[in-house]
């Protein structure tokens, strides 16, 4: 995504793969002859073929939505009136782009939080995203941009396998980068977010972003329709929110524009500028996260869902019966990291300051072990 004056941006979809049906037809035919001489044996049973169960396909997902007049809900007339009131703009253009929205009702569907009753399962999860399509295509990305990577890394002090570990999970190095409409899923999620318990705080989120959309438009005299990216409306290699583009996006190939779809150099220098003003720290010693014991008679469990960060001193996890085999660099703090794998055992590690600077990217345990251990095998991959 290019920001430029007077520049409108194209910007690829990435296509959707869509599970085939599997069907299977049989049809047989037989043909009685007469044996005149041969003595007449018993007719054996023909066999009985079981029905073969089509795999379903999976939903195919609506891009599109449907117009619908937004202006007539009172929510909406009072985000128009604040835009008005706190951005000057003028209240015909304002209008005009609101009757421009189509509602997405996939993006209200793809919100929602998974069923409850299936336990989460870390080794699945991460064969998702460690696997040898994005680690063939990290290699790639890592050796088209090792120079960049590695200025990052002097600049920022973030390691290049982090950033790379990061882009990869994110759109596998920009291969698949959303194929909605900005405007049309930030409206959508901002006036009708779905029944959950936090829902209020999520309508909120969405239209600050709504917000910020307009604002980056209008910045860079661009079309807000011309943005695309995913069903929560993050754009570009590493899906961005429109704020952050705002506020932590870097023209890293100093081209003077940042352009975090089409320019492999902003991507890298924006996340490693989102890391480090999310509390990355390039002199961090020791690893990002130990594998870790807990003793079977418990007493740690208070340090589970403490929150996302390093807060706890090796003291107090000790004399909770957190151990780990390794020795943690001294006076560094640590949080209690648990990674459930279904009906398997459950693995714990001690997460580092830096591990949980990566959860501020996205709020998930899972996430932020699976860009490190990506971002790990491109490495080994790659021989660095």
């Given at each position: 995504?290019?920001?430029?004056?007077?520049?409108?941006?194209?910007?690829?979809?990435?296509?959707?793969?869509?599970?085939?049906?599997?069907?299977?037809?049989?049809?047989?035919?037989?043909?009685?002859?007469?044996?005149?001489?041969?003595?007449?044996?018993?007719?054996?049973?023909?066999?009985?073929?079981?029905?073969?169960?089509?795999?379903?396909?999976?939903?195919?997902?609506?891009?599109?939505?449907?117009?619908?007049?937004?202006?007539?809900?009172?929510?909406?007339?009072?985000?128009?009136?604040?835009?008005?009131r706190r951005h000057g703009y003028g209240r015909e253009e304002i209008d005009a782009l609101i009757a421009k929205v189509r509602f997405i009702e996939s993006a209200v569907q793809l919100v929602k939080p998974m069923p409850a009753g299936k336990p989460k399962n870390w080794q699945v999860y991460q064969s998702r995203f460690v696997e040898p399509i994005r680690i063939n295509a990290g290699v790639?990305?890592?050796?088209?941009?090792?120079?960049?990577?590695?200025?990052?890394?002097?600049?920022?002090?973030?390691?290049?396998?982090?950033?790379?570990?990061?882009?990869?999970?994110?759109?596998?190095?920009?291969?698949?980068?959303?194929?909605?409409?900005?405007?049309?899923?930030?409206?959508?999620?901002?006036?009708?977010?779905?029944?959950?318990?936090?829902?209020?705080?999520?309508?909120?989120?969405?239209?600050?972003?709504?917000?910020?959309?307009?604002?980056?438009?209008?910045?860079?005299?661009?079309?807000?329709?011309?943005?695309?990216?995913?069903?929560?409306?993050?754009?570009?290699?590493?899906?961005?929110?429109?704020?952050?583009?705002?506020?932590?996006?870097?023209?890293?190939?100093?081209?003077?524009?940042?352009?975090?779809?089409?320019?492999?150099?902003?991507?890298?220098?924006?996340?490693?500028?989102?890391?480090?003003?999310?509390?990355?720290?390039?002199?961090?010693?020791?690893?990002?996260?130990?594998?870790?014991?807990?003793?079977?008679?418990?007493?740690?469990?208070?340090?589970?869902?403490?929150?996302?960060?390093?807060?706890?001193?090796?003291?107090?996890?000790?004399?909770?019966?957190?151990?780990?085999?390794?020795?943690?660099?001294?006076?560094?703090?640590?949080?209690?990291?648990?990674?459930?794998?279904?009906?398997?055992?459950?693995?714990?590690w001690l997460g580092s300051n830096n591990f949980f600077a990566i959860t501020q990217y996205n709020r998930s345990f899972f996430y932020a072990m699976s860009v490190i251990n990506l971002g790990r095998a491109v490495k080994l991959a790659r021989g660095a």
């Amino acid at each position: 995504m290019k920001f430029r004056q007077h520049v409108l941006l194209p910007l690829f979809a990435s296509s959707l793969m869509l599970l085939p049906f599997a069907a299977s037809t049989a049809a047989a035919a037989s043909t009685a002859s007469a044996q005149k001489a041969a003595p007449k044996k018993k007719a054996k049973k023909a066999a009985v073929r079981k029905p073969v169960r089509k795999s379903a396909a999976a939903p195919k997902i609506d891009y599109q939505g449907k117009q619908v007049d937004l202006a007539q809900w009172e929510s909406v007339s009072l985000f128009a009136d604040d835009m008005v009131r706190r951005h000057g703009y003028g209240r015909e253009e304002i209008d005009a782009l609101i009757a421009k929205v189509r509602f997405i009702e996939s993006a209200v569907q793809l919100v929602k939080p998974m069923p409850a009753g299936k336990p989460k399962n870390w080794q699945v999860y991460q064969s998702r995203f460690v696997e040898p399509i994005r680690i063939n295509a990290g290699v790639r990305f890592w050796n088209a941009n090792a120079d960049l990577l590695a200025r990052a890394e002097s600049e920022y002090g973030v390691p290049a396998e982090i950033i790379v570990g990061i882009i990869g999970v994110e759109t596998i190095y920009g291969r698949d980068t959303g194929r909605f409409r900005v405007m049309d899923v930030l409206a959508t999620l901002a006036f009708a977010y779905p029944e959950t318990p936090n829902r209020e705080a999520r309508m909120a989120f969405f239209r600050s972003e709504l917000e910020n959309t307009l604002l980056l438009a209008r910045k860079f005299n661009t079309d807000p329709f011309s943005l695309q990216g995913s069903f929560a409306g993050a754009i570009g290699m590493p899906q961005f929110m429109p704020g952050n583009i705002l506020k932590l996006g870097v023209d890293f190939d100093r081209d003077g524009a940042v352009d975090v779809r089409d320019s492999a150099a902003d991507a890298i220098g924006s996340v490693a500028n989102f890391l480090v003003e999310h509390g990355w720290r390039r002199d961090q010693p020791g690893e990002l996260a130990y594998p870790a014991r807990v003793r079977a008679e418990g007493g740690w469990e208070k340090f589970i869902n403490a929150g996302l960060s390093a807060s706890n001193t090796q003291e107090e996890l000790a004399q909770a019966g957190i151990t780990t085999q390794a020795p943690l660099p001294a006076g560094e703090k640590f949080g209690l990291v648990d990674l459930q794998n279904g009906f398997e055992p459950t693995e714990y590690w001690l997460g580092s300051n830096n591990f949980f600077a990566i959860t501020q990217y996205n709020r998930s345990f899972f996430y932020a072990m699976s860009v490190i251990n990506l971002g790990r095998a491109v490495k080994l991959a790659r021989g660095a």
